[in-house]
């Protein structure tokens, strides 16, 4: 009876571990759910009225990690801070996402 209890407690556990990683976005995936709509799918999208940058330029891609982190954490400018709405990792995510943007 006890190993049957603990095998159930494992299955138990691996069942949780695997439903997190199932559900789990990828940075490609939070960037099309909250940035493509301003920044575009490719990240080539540019409106000087609104202070939209190309996420391809050379400007935001020489940015550092940390910088490009703290930008997307607080915001700038008219972008909202997305600290509270994204976890910090899905904003590490987003940030290795833009910096694959050519």
Avoid: W
């Avoid at 759910?33 to 891609?61: F, R, W, Y």
């Amino acid at each position: 009876m006890r190993s049957l209890r603990r095998v159930l407690l494992v299955a138990l556990l691996i069942s949780l571990v695997f439903s997190n990683i199932a559900f789990a976005q990828s940075g490609a995936d939070v960037y099309k759910t909250k940035c493509a709509m301003c920044h575009g799918p490719d990240g080539k999208k540019e409106n000087p009225g609104m202070g939209v940058k190309a996420l391809t330029s050379p400007d935001i891609q020489k940015m550092s990690d940390a910088d490009l982190i703290t930008v997307v954490s607080k915001g700038k400018g008219k972008m909202p801070g997305y600290a509270g709405k994204l976890t910090d990792d899905q904003i590490k995510q987003v940030v290795a996402h833009v910096k694959t943007l050519k």
